[in-house]
């Protein structure tokens, strides 16, 4: 019979492959020498008066000694392990004289030179029924084991369990801490990169086209943040992410954002073009009074009536995770005196979140976005399809305008249009691109 598919004594066999995944998570098999193991087994050998003493864990197919006094070499196959009987239960495993042993006369440990006549061995179980080794003892005699020094030995492999343990834990925080590190320093890096794309004005407004699902007409524009660099290349948001989430920098680049669509809004209707409205993303910074700071219903409405823009020129668009907010309460009251004043207000990515019925019904708003993740499924999963029919339904029982974002194909078009989708926005109908793309571009 292999090894790994031995039985215990009541006939149960272990289970290996969830035993070796729980070894492999502790990753401690490959490590270096632990003074605290080491200190274990000097305390095992000294309480069973033995010459020789281990602590060892099995793999598939060997042993490994992770701590040793008085035997050579880092480990042996398991096959040849007198651990791997000491794993087959949790009770510890004696053999009082392995050389008048069927099971281990023939054992290189014994006819070898170690010439191991006495083993005891305490399972290291790191979980109920999961054991990955074992503390034991050796001596070149036979001998018995008192049940003063087996409670010795069971007390002790229970500090090297926990030892092990502690051991797992430092390389999980270490890996965390280290994760963390990487984070800040990737924050920090994207906090300065817009922090000079302010400074510099680097930071730029692409355009993506909504149409009217039903005629095909071009009704208006979302406004997607871009970044400039040096040498000509555009980054998208996820380079400075960071910079969105810090108010200081995200109330600086919202303010900058509602300007500069103002002044193309402006700019297109001066032209004669007929571009419908620009739509903006605004984060929840960008709700947050400020003392001495025009509040965002007054900045809003003072940068559309300096242009001399109608309202309707310019559209809100709010994530679900910022409606929610702690401050929702405010937000809410603030993107109501923003309908009051004939702004259109955006319930943007729709579904990816912890909006429920009652938010729908609550929330301060005119139209849903349902984002892009459901559209491109919706044709292939009868399961995304029913969510983007009840988000429709929904919607349109309550009277609110449905725009459906990430179109990327007509088979979906026609989806949503079949639902009674009022508005899709997506790469069939067109790519995010600069101002200058949609000067002549007929709808």
Known sequence: MNSAEAVGPDGSRPDEAARLKRLRELSTVSSGADPVLDALIDAACLAANTPIGLITLLDGERQW????????GDGSRRADAFCDHTIRASIPFVVPDAARDVRFANNPFVTGSDRIRFYAGVPLEIEPGLRLGSLCVLDRVPRRLGADVRGLLERLARCAVERLLQTEDRYLLSRIDQGRIDRAKADKAALALAEAALAEDRFVLHYQ????????????FEALLRLRKADGSVLGPAAFAAALDEPTLSRRIGSQVLQRAVAQAKAWETAGIDFGHIAINVSSAQFMAL??????????????????????RIQIEVTEGVMLSEQGGDIGTQLEALRVARFIVAFDDFGTGFASLVH????????????????????????????????VDMAKAMGKHIVAEGVETMAERQALQELGCHYGQGYLFGRPAGASKWQFSPE
């Open 65 to 72: 000694f992770k701590s040793k006094r008085g035997i050579e």
């Open 209 to 220: 086209p909504k149409i009217a699902l039903d005629t095909g007409r071009r009704v208006g």
């Open 291 to 312: 003392p001495g700071s025009p509040g965002l219903v007054e900045e809003i409405l003072g940068a559309t009536r300096s242009a001399g823009l109608s309202p309707y």
């Open 360 to 391: 729908l019904k609550e929330l301060a708003y005119d139209q849903i976005k349902i984002d892009g993740s459901f559209v491109r499924a919706m044709t292939s999963s009868n399961a995304d399809h029913a969510i983007v029919k009840a988000i």
